[in-house]
């Protein structure tokens, strides 16, 4: 079973080395990723799910990080950037760059590199499903190949991020992760939504739930007189209102919603159209 390596590149954080790709391995990642993009095969789509599944099943404890996150925008995203990379085997000294960034965004988002293992396995594992017999051992070992330097590069962006920065980040997404405004509802923020779970019964749970994409929403208005967040959302006649009796905790989750809109939601378009 492949395992993506925790090469010393990863902790390297001076300027990268040029990648260096076998023609021949180029070629075949490129032929074998070509079928998944035949429109009319609908496949990289189903990569993406099968990827996903994989992904879950080698390590059960991340999918709690991906509760209430739109995994068919996150299969689109997924799909965008192995486009990127691959598309980028034909210029080398402009991936890397790509590469470390990757590493260094998802880093701040709270990635570590234990979470980079089943990468590798789960993709190779989803080539393998939706290929099927086509994808045979040259395209393996090519794969194989590309995804040991590309993990590497990942790695050594993820490691680059500033401690302070790192730190910081993570301990205010922790603390802002789940949002209480009392004791019958409270928000949690995801990658790409807002999420209202609201008391539906006696039972805590039995709960209703509601969510709303951070793309959708309009604009956020800090009410500091009375300690309330106001949440314009599009489609809502009234806006979600979050209560709180710390006002810079509020302006703390001001900003982390704009930050997400801003960077988890745009960046991959940004960076991948």
């Not at 790709?21 to 032929?31: N, W, Y």
């Not at 099968?50 to 990080?65: C, I, N, Q, T």
């Not at 990942?154 to 949002?179: N, T, Y």
Request: aromatic residues 8%; glycine residues 6%.
């Amino acid at each position: 079973q492949h395992n993506l390596p925790m090469s010393s590149t990863a902790h390297n954080t001076t300027a990268p080395e040029p990648i260096h790709v076998a023609e021949s391995t180029k070629r075949l990642v490129q032929e074998s990723f070509a079928k998944l993009l035949d429109r009319k095969s609908g496949r990289a789509g189903e990569l993406t799910e099968v990827f996903y599944e994989r992904f879950f099943d080698l390590d059960p404890a991340v999918k709690h990080y991906f509760e209430g996150a739109d995994m068919v925008v996150l299969g689109k995203a997924l799909a965008g950037i192995i486009a990127v990379m691959v598309k980028g085997l034909d210029d080398l000294p402009s991936l890397a760059p790509k590469l470390l960034a990757l590493g260094k965004r998802h880093a701040i988002y709270g990635v570590k590199e234990e979470h980079y293992a089943n990468v590798g396995p789960a993709l190779i594992y989803a080539m393998e499903k939706v290929i099927g017999q086509e994808f045979d051992q040259d395209q393996l070992d090519a794969w194989h190949g590309v995804l040991d330097v590309v993990a590497g590069y990942i790695l050594q962006g993820s490691a680059s991020l500033d401690g302070e920065e790192s730190s910081v980040r993570c301990k205010r997404q922790a603390k802002l992760f789940v949002f209480h405004t009392w004791r019958e509802t409270y928000y949690r923020l995801t990658a790409t939504s807002l999420v209202r779970y609201q008391s539906a019964g006696e039972s805590d749970q039995s709960r209703a739930r509601a969510e709303y994409p951070l793309e959708e929403i309009s604009s956020l208005e800090l009410a500091k007189q009375d300690n309330r967040l106001l949440i314009h959302v599009e489609g809502l006649a009234k806006p979600l209102v979050l209560s709180h009796s710390n006002a810079a905790d509020l302006a703390a989750w001001k900003e982390e919603i704009e930050w997400r809109q801003t960077v988890l939601t745009r960046a991959y378009r940004r960076d991948y159209a």
